[in-house]
């Protein structure tokens, strides 16, 4: 049987081009956690000059990975959707698992192990806790494998002063844990979870990038949570 051209091709060439320049890598995932950024910032992170960044850019808005906010006379570039953001989180868990089995890198440590950020929410031990805690305590409810927050939750949301609007759906996704091997939430809602927790100092950064720290506040915010046991 011959199969004809169409058939066989998917349509993601241009997308992983569009992605394969780690100038065009750093851009998106200095974008990844929801931030707006005019170029400038952005040549500045992929430590290249602005003219570079430009085509960089123009060639992510292409590929439909990026999209373009005017403000004034500057051009704020941000992630175009939710899928891309899953897609960019997919692909550093792919990266990561991959180097690993090929031994450029040791096995993961325990503090990214333990807890770790994963563009934007929380991931390792700690970001699969967080979520069997919501979901036990019906705060979210899976569908599939996307989530919504209840009415439960966003009084918890207040409760516990985290910014979070639920007009965006869905609230959360799963998104697969590299080092648990099991899904952690992803998406809006656990990303306004991991900034208050940022915010209020309840988790810090360690040395090793993406790791971080449980504080004590951080403690008491998951006891409150219903979460006994060590962390």
């Known amino acids: 049987m011959t199969f004809s051209r169409q058939t066989v091709q998917p349509g993601f060439s241009r997308v992983a081009e569009a992605l394969s320049d780690p100038a065009r890598e750093a851009m998106v995932g200095a974008l990844a956690n929801g931030r707006a950024m005019p170029a400038g910032e952005l040549a500045s992170i992929a430590g290249i000059s602005p003219q570079s960044a430009s085509a960089h850019l123009q060639k992510l808005v292409e590929a439909r990975l990026l999209s373009v906010w005017p403000q004034g006379r500057f051009r704020y570039y941000r992630i175009s959707d939710d899928d891309v953001v899953a897609l960019i989180e997919g692909l550093v868990n792919f990266a990561a698992k991959t180097e690993a089995r090929r031994g450029k890198r040791a096995s993961p440590g325990e503090e990214l192990r333990r807890m770790r950020t994963c563009y934007g929410h929380l ?21 599939g494998r996307t989530a919504q927050v209840t009415e439960a939750g966003l009084a918890w949301c207040r409760s516990e002063s985290i910014d979070f609007n639920p007009s965006r759906s869905p609230h959360c996704r799963l998104c697969n844990d590299w080092t648990e091997r099991v899904p952690h939430l992803a998406g ?26 449980l504080t004590p506040k951080g403690r008491a915010f998951f006891d409150r949570l219903g979460v006994k046991g060590p962390l």
């Open 123 to 143: 991931a390792g031990r700690l970001g699969v806790v967080l979520g069997e805690a919501l979901v036990c305590r019906r705060l979210v409810v899976i569908n």
């Open 188 to 213: 809006s809602f656990p990303n306004a979870i991991l900034k208050r927790l940022s915010e209020t100092r309840c988790v810090e950064p360690r040395d090793v990038p993406r790791a971080l720290r």
